[in-house]
């Protein structure tokens, strides 16, 4: 081939190669439309054309994460899988945090100090906002809307504040910005002003097409966390555990083969992370030692005086002979606090109905009839699990 039908060919390949990337820009402007299907190699669901564009776009700035273990829960459990130290701050059901009896299941973040939260209150149009409240002396202040956020964002839920007290991670759904469902976004504080900037999607492999939420950081621990439904069946979600960094450092996508790209952008298999399998070894150290420490740190806290049968009585969470009724044991301590915060309202209740007018009595108590119905159900529940875990921990 003589060197000028090689320079005419290789003029063409360029040419084809800009018109495919200035399709994908095209696709991804032109917005809704019917989905794209991927290709095999993805692993993806079907996505939107601009989710689609938005993730090609995000594979070759995928970050580079090492992520040390993966776990499979239940939906509702997530929280339960996350050994986070109480210097880092809480999560708390909203319900108990207010001591509220909505339909509201999602989690109030306070901080390490205990003088700020974050939680998401749900609207008169079904849209979940976020908001800030402050300790004032000894109450929380009112509540103040994180503007930049709510503008932009539905669905919003597990936000949590960094322990730099700025940087502030919330899962959202966002339709010009994400991939589908629920999607990992990180914002900032403005230096001087208070206010948070524009919040930003944190990218691959944190998100992706399905549902991916509660990524949070014990960054002195060296371990951080977050969810996702992704390759999981309904009800359950993966909780992975990852090594944060203090920069972020994104694969060489030039030096990777695509299909090899797509599969760390989709996290198919986390042992591709590992920089070596004894430092994946000493990290695993560290989760079980905080998961250790948390559970220590729970036990204290609830004051364990478990009675397993006749002849023996637990008095620490580690007595417990496997993993399954450790956590099972946490549950029932989770379900009792519930069940003790209804009995108490119920009180009040009761109390409010005696000394109610008239015409606000029928309200009141049917209200209390609801509040009955759900109590005795939840001591039902109770009963019937401590009888469950007992059995399971006589068995082993």
């Excluded at 589908?180 to 504080?189: F, L, Q, V």
């Amino acid at each position: 081939m003589n060197s000028k039908k090689l320079i005419i060919l290789l003029a063409l390949a360029i040419t084809t190669s800009g018109l495919n990337a200035q399709t994908r820009k095209t696709q991804r402007s032109k917005g809704k439309a019917t989905a794209v299907k991927p290709q095999p190699t993805d692993n993806l669901p079907a996505m939107s054309p601009n989710a689609k564009a938005l993730f090609d776009d995000m594979l070759a700035s995928t970050q580079k994460v090492f992520v040390i273990d993966s776990t499979v829960v239940d939906i509702d459990n997530v929280m339960a899988e996350i050994p986070l130290p109480a210097s880092y701050g809480r999560f708390v059901k909203y319900n108990t945090f207010f001591n509220a009896d909505k339909a509201n299941n999602s989690y109030v973040f306070v901080n390490g100090f205990g003088n700020r939260c974050y939680y998401t209150e749900m609207g008169s149009d079904s849209i979940a906002r976020l908001y800030t409240r402050d300790m004032v002396g000894s109450q929380w202040g009112e509540p103040q809307p994180v503007k930049s956020v709510n503008g932009k964002f539905k669905d919003i839920s597990f936000p949590f504040m960094s322990s730099d007290g700025q940087t502030l991670y919330f899962a959202g759904v966002s339709d010009e910005e994400g991939l589908g469902k629920r999607d990992i976004y990180m914002t900032k504080i403005e230096a001087g002003e208070g206010n948070f900037l524009n919040a930003e999607n944190i990218g691959l492999p944190f998100n992706s097409p399905s549902d991916d939420f509660a990524y949070i950081v014990a960054d002195a621990d060296k371990l951080a966390w977050f969810a996702s439904t992704r390759n999981q069946p309904e009800g359950k979600v993966c909780v992975y555990t990852f090594v944060p960094t203090d920069t972020r450092q994104n694969y060489d996508a030039l030096s990777i083969e695509e299909k090899k790209l797509h599969s760390l952008a989709c996290l198919n298999r986390i042992r591709e992370t590992w920089p070596t399998p004894e430092m994946r070894e000493n990290a695993m150290q560290q989760l079980k030692r905080l998961k250790m420490e948390n559970t220590q740190m729970q036990a204290k806290a609830d004051g364990i005086n478990f009675v397993v049968n006749d002849k023996v009585t637990y008095t620490s969470v580690s007595q417990f002979k496997s993993e399954d009724t450790r956590k099972a044991y946490i549950q029932t301590t989770k379900m009792k606090s519930e069940l003790t915060a209804k009995i108490s309202k119920l009180a009040a209740m009761r109390a409010e109905y005696h000394t109610a007018a008239a015409g606000n009595k029928a309200q009141i108590g049917q209200q209390i009839q609801q509040l009955e119905q759900q109590t005795n159900q939840l001591r039902q529940e109770l009963k019937k699990t401590l009888g469950e875990l007992r059995k399971k921990e006589c068995k082993l």
